[in-house]
């Protein structure tokens, strides 16, 4: 019997709150713009994503630029560490320090490779997602996703292939660390 009642009520108040008046707002701007993963298959048309390590784990932020740019500038601007915004928003980098000039990135079809005067072996997980989904996001065409790229990194005397990123981390494809090949570099 009390079903029977409470039907009529909720109608009433559902016809009550469609005539109350309230109309829709324009956009307020307010706060830092959206960022994180881009769409699957979405390319960066103008600037570059950098990783960077937030308080809720590796994070993807845009960097401005007039052109669209590739891996090597990718790798140069996160080398530079955060802004002071992005620092304010705690944001950091757990990259060892390095110079843009002592790393260097060279490209190919879905491959990237990237060779710095460190030991590869001992960048923290953080320090290779750094690197891996920085360069990958950077030089991934059009129609493809980004952990269609691989990337390698080296040094030290070591070389950690077969790198993808997935969700803002670096993960294997499917080999381990091997010692570099001696009288090779890559």
Known sequence: ??????????LLLAATLAGCGVTSTDVIDVGQPASGAKRPGAV???GA??????PTGVKSVPREAKT???AE??????LNGPEEYERVRGLYSDLPRM???QVHVTTGTLRVSVQMPFNVLRLSPVARSQFVCTA???????????HDVKVELSGGGYVISDLVCDSNNAFPAGKLPTPQVAGTNR
């Open 68 to 70: 669209k740019l590739g």
């Open 99 to 101: 110079r843009a000039d």
């Open 44 to 46: 960066q048309e103008k």
């Open 136 to 146: 990958a996001d950077n030089e991934t065409p059009r129609g493809r996703q980004v």
């Open 1 to 10: 019997m009390r079903a029977g009642r409470t039907a009529p009520a909720a």
């Open 73 to 78: 500038d990718a790798v140069a601007l996160l």
């Open 49 to 54: 994503r950098i990783y960077l390590m937030s």
